[in-house]
């Protein structure tokens, strides 16, 4: 690796972000539910770890997700905004 690149790399600074397990959301594990409220409260991103049984149908059910989003999204603005939680904090 040239020595520019390796400054370059040194200086970008990187967000930690929680992982949380799908499958242990489901299972209503406590500890990973207080992770899942940690990682909305503070840094507003968080990883989900999708690995498992339990989350094949979510993969699966991906076209459907696409097509909530866009029927959201399409909607008008009041209409939207009728969902604002008054904080930037929660989409």
Do not use: W
């Not at 990187?14 to 840094?43: G, N, P, Q, R």
């Amino acid at each position: 690796m040239s020595q520019s690149i390796a400054q370059e790399q040194s200086n970008l600074k990187v967000a930690y972000l929680e992982t949380i397990d799908f499958a242990k959301l489901l299972a209503h594990e406590e500890h990973e539910v207080a992770k899942l409220m940690s990682a909305c409260t503070t840094a507003g991103f968080f990883y989900v770890n999708l690995q498992g049984q339990s989350s094949r149908g979510l993969l699966e059910d991906e076209d459907s997700m696409y097509k909530a989003m866009e029927e959201f999204f399409d909607q008008p603005f009041d209409t939207k905004m009728q969902d604002d939680r008054g904080t930037h904090k929660h989409g």
